[in-house]
């Protein structure tokens, strides 16, 4: 049980362009989903928690303008990369909570490249 | 925000050995979670350990809450073990829901055979 999915698993895009990442919660509801960007061999930074149904906390330092993310339902999250630029390039993680549950379940994350 | 410092940083082992990785925290937490990275990237939950000790097969997690630090004990350790261990104290309770993980730099394990 508690499996979280992300898609795609790498992604390429051109600088300008706008990509979609998708975080599923498989077998449970996620009243909480949090978003994770991670650089090579660095550790991961939290960029936003989203509780379903509410506008997403971001951290600060992170452009919520530039990282759109919407928490419509509670098996999905989905985070926007607008006008991605090569600095965007990073590997990017969503994991999940239940409610009245500390623990959070990983995604297998996201690679994406911007040329 | 609590500061988390892991050790050690790396670690190359031979099959078979044993060892323990350290999570050190400075301040109060509510809870804590060991993960392991594997070298595709994912995340795999290990424990979830606010105090105490849990096991796991060869791997056992200690949690002193009071001293604001915690262990990770790998035995027998196997190469499929290799890639990097993070522990995250939780930071206590943020705008009235769950808090928020604070990853360590991880400790990269390396298994040889």
């Known amino acids: 049980g508690a499996v979280v999915s992300q898609h795609p698993s790498r992604v390429i895009c051109k600088s300008g362009t706008s990509v979609k990442i998708e975080c599923r919660s498989l077998?449970?509801?996620?009243?909480?989903m949090f978003w994770y960007r991670q650089f090579p061999k660095k550790s991961l930074m939290l960029m936003a928690t989203?509780?379903?149904?509410?506008?997403?906390?971001?951290e600060q330092g992170v452009e919520k303008d530039k990282f759109l993310i919407n928490h419509a339902s509670l098996t999905l999250s989905t985070l926007t990369v607008t006008s991605a630029h090569p600095e965007d390039s990073s590997f990017y993680i969503c994991?999940?909570?239940?409610?009245?549950?500390?623990?959070?379940?990983f995604g297998p994350g996201t690679r994406l490249t911007v040329t | 925000g609590i500061q988390v410092e892991q050790s050690p940083p790396d670690l190359i082992l031979q099959e078979g050995a044993n060892s323990t990785l350290r999570c050190n925290f400075s301040?109060?937490?509510?809870?804590l979670q060991w993960f392991h990275q594997n070298p595709w990237g994912q995340l795999i939950n290990l424990f979830y350990?606010?105090?105490g000790t849990k096991q796991n097969g060869r791997l056992s997690a200690t949690t002193v809450a009071t001293e604001r630090y915690s262990l990770l004990y790998i035995s027998s350790s196997q190469t499929t073990d290799s890639g990097v261990y993070f522990c995250?104290?939780?930071?206590?309770?943020?705008?009235?829901?769950?808090?928020?993980?604070?990853f360590g730099k991880g400790t990269k394990l390396s298994v040889k055979p």
């Open positions: 995250a104290p939780r930071d206590g309770f943020y705008g009235g829901s769950q808090g928020n993980l604070i």
């Open positions: 301040d109060s937490v509510n809870n």
């Open positions: 994991s999940a909570a239940q409610l009245n549950s500390y623990e959070q379940y």
């Open positions: 989203s509780n379903e149904g509410s506008k997403a906390t971001y």
């Open positions: 350990i606010p105090s």
């Open positions: 077998d449970f509801q996620a009243t909480t």
